[in-house]
């Protein structure tokens, strides 16, 4: 009976991180459908926008009481995970607080670990006021009805329920040491744990140590539920803002990336050797599609990007057309491709990885025109996501499809455009009439 506990740990185990494996090969799967992309440039740079943003919370912070807050549900989340990792290794070899022998170090991790634990709790209760009581405008958006307002909510409560587990599973413990209870060894400094310890004064050895062992399996099996739960919540961000941040833009915001078919195009037209009615030769590439109208139309890092939204809402909030009334959400917009791209990868894997036309495109059927051409192209939302995405690259792959592709630009967009073709300036004057202004002085 004495390993028993042990090969079910072990089991468990296997079962949890298998299962998230395969989600994570999933996401990786999804993310590889989009076009591959250039992302060459300084490494050095690239790091340092890592550290700085995910690891540091640099512009998390920029909003001074979620940042605060978050940061403490960020540093409880990292920093109690060292806890967890000795859960693991006492499960499988059937020990108890095996980093013990650290000695007064172990107990100052334990003390901290505490502290970090009620402080998560308190940072959780006040983020679920602001959702829930306070009604923050952009946790009420459109886009957040039904299951992403469920799925930011239920994150909350797994996040209470597992610290009030391990200070729960720490309290019998401490009161187990005290009594002297064999296997518990006297190890760690409680300061938040005595406190619920002192309830527990009057049960006896045999009831603290089934209090003990039932916090103990349901804190890890809740760990492991979580760490699976990821792959359907928004919160896969915890996971994908490192490598999201890393590949972030370092091009100026604004800056356009060239076409390399519209570059062929001017080479050929500017070659005078070039014979402008040449077929094509047999084995020639076809003809590359200008902008995206589906996911697959999108790069790798625009798919990242989709599956790294947090739906914070910060880029929509600090959106003027969504501030003026328009339909364009940059959050939906990122919501809307993630969902998309899960659509694509269910099909492929009800059809054996072979891509069948379903009838639907990522254009029209999930982010219509309307909130394409709102978009007012400010980069504001870039700027102000916590993780480096880029719903405007997205909006503007799909503009260039539009327009490219289809010629379906706003009439006053096409207006504007043959002005240039026409008379080299937006206005619909030709250049010798441009100072006729200055003759009615």
Known sequence: MGILPNILFILVLIVGIGYFTRNIRKIIRNI??????????????RWKNMARIALGQQKMVVRPVSGFLHVIVY?????INIEVLEIIIDGVFGTHRIFSFLG???????GSFEILAFLVIVAVVIFWIRRNALRLQRFWKPEMKGWPKKDADLILYIEVILMCLFLTMNAADFRLQELGAAHYTQAGAFPVSSYIAGWMSSWSEATLITVERVAWWLHILGILFFLNYLYFS???????A???????RLKPQGQFDNLEAVQKEVALMMDPNADPFA????????PEKFGASDVTDLNQIQLLNAYTCTECGRCTSECPANQTGKKLSPRKIMMDT????????????????????????????????EELWACTSCNACVEACPVSIDPLSIILDMRR????EQSAAPSELNAMMSNIENNGAPWPFSQMDRLNWNEEN
Not at 32 to 45: E, H, I, M
Not at 105 to 110: A, E, R, T, W
Not at 279 to 286: L, T
């Open 234 to 240: 928004k919160h896969l961000h915890i996971l994908l």
């Open 32 to 45: 590889r459908l989009g076009k591959a992309v250039d992302v060459t440039g300084p490494s050095g740079d």
């Open 279 to 286: 077929a094509p030769a047999e084995d020639a590439p076809p």
């Open 338 to 369: 993630r969902d998309r791209l899960e659509e694509v990868g269910r099909h492929l894997d009800a059809h054996k990885g072979i891509w069948e036309p379903d009838g639907k495109q990522l254009l029209d059927d999930y982010i219509s025109r």
């Open 104 to 110: 007064g170090f172990y107990d100052f991790l334990i």
């Open 242 to 248: 490192f490598p999201n941040t890393y590949f972030g």
């Open 75 to 79: 540093l409880g989340f990292i920093i």
């Open 401 to 404: 499809y539009l327009v490219m």
